[in-house]
């Protein structure tokens, strides 16, 4: 992806240069200066999207079931929209992708995206999982997603101020602030994964979600997906292991003291897969929300599994290196030593050998 990378930000070089060329140069026909810059505006358009949004092919799965997809929405009575101030109750958008023809109980996922992620943020690892035999529930959590398609059609989007909290949060230099944020999110994601985990489990007429086996509930997430996935590792009786794609234990941030946070020391309940990249696992011990990653790092207990994946950065564990490979490198500081089928592949091999190795397939 490097080489592709390069290759385009010279050729935006070039056409941005062949534009102030045009826009300067003295020509003797006005309609031959307007046409060139408008060419060359054109070509730097397209160019720049091409780079940004490039075509691309997803992933065959690799397991032995033909996999489908439904898409359903589910409104949690027991909650007011805070998002919202017309006194409307929460409803999320989740999908579901299966075994076709599935006739008998099959482990069951419920994946949390990252802090402005989409339903499909990590779709090459529900549909592998799928394909293995897994009942895999993606949720979008709403106003925390870049888009989410509500019941009536209506598609809403990331919210402003919990845009602005992310953009503001620094646990380097306020971690109150920082506290008062993670307390917010996890409350909000980890009650959507909660409440969605409790209305499937409940669906013992459902074509799909009738076949869920409740002894084999995984919780998976990528970044603060991952972290609200293993905050319900601490809160639920029924859920056998976590898969938190580089991710702080937020949820075990329990408050500030001396300007360092203190952290819960209760042993983690369950088994836990924590996959680190280049983004963050040499710093670990720096990071002060990564303070408990740091601890169970250095346990020897062999529940706590933990995978660093050298060469990538904290994007390219996620689709989005699929949809945009630029991007991906910008937002993860960082570009890709392998191609965005490698790092996939990576993840879900990974992520299928913790599985395996617990007893869950």
């Known amino acids: 992806m490097r080489f592709r990378n390069i290759a385009f930000i010279i050729l935006l070089v070039v056409e941005l240069g062949l534009l102030i060329f045009f826009s300067i140069k003295k020509m003797d026909h006005v309609v031959n200066k307007i046409t060139s810059i408008t060419l060359t505006v054109v070509i730097l358009f397209v ?152 209305t499937q489990k409940s669906k013992v007429d459902h074509k799909v979600l009738k076949y869920i086996d409740s002894s084999k509930i995984v919780v998976m997430g990528h970044s603060l997906g991952g972290s609200a996935a293993l905050g319900i590792g601490r809160v639920r009786d029924d859920v056998k292991a976590v898969v938190a794609l580089e991710s702080p234990f937020m949820y075990d941030i329990v408050d500030v003291q001396n300007d360092e946070f203190v952290l819960n020391e209760e042993v983690y309940p369950i088994s836990c897969l924590n996959v680190y990249t280049d983004s963050s696992y040499s710093r670990l011990n720096e990071l002060p929300q990564y303070k408990q990653n740091y601890n169970i790092l250095n346990e020897n207990d062999d529940k706590y599994v933990n995978v660093y994946l050298s060469g990538i950065g904290h994007m390219h564990l996620c689709d989005f290196q699929l949809t945009s490979p630029f991007l991906s490198m910008v937002f993860s500081g960082m570009d890709s030593s392998n191609s965005a089928k490698k790092n996939l592949e990576m993840v879900n091999e990974v992520v299928i050998e913790y599985l395996q190795n617990q007893g869950i397939m």
């Open 47 to 198: 160019t720049g999207w091409m780079m940004l949004f490039p075509p691309y092919k997803e992933l065959s799965p690799t397991g032995n079931y033909e996999v489908a997809y439904i898409s359903e929405n589910y409104v949690d009575e027991n909650r007011i929209e805070e998002f919202l101030n017309d006194g409307s109750k929460r409803e999320l958008q989740v999908g579901i992708w299966y075994p076709k023809n599935i006739n008998k109980e099959c482990p069951y996922v419920v994946f949390s995206h990252g802090s402005f992620g989409t339903i499909d943020n990590n779709k090459t690892l529900c549909v592998e999982l799928a394909s293995r035999g897994f009942i895999v529930t993606s949720i979008s959590h709403t106003f925390h997603a870049f888009e989410t398609v509500l019941s009536n059609g209506k598609k809403v989007s990331i919210d402003s101020s919990y845009m602005n909290e992310l953009m503001k949060e620094n646990a380097r230099k306020d971690k109150e602030g920082s506290l008062e944020c993670y307390r917010k999110w996890m409350k909000l994601r980890m009650d959507d994964i909660s409440f969605v985990i409790d």
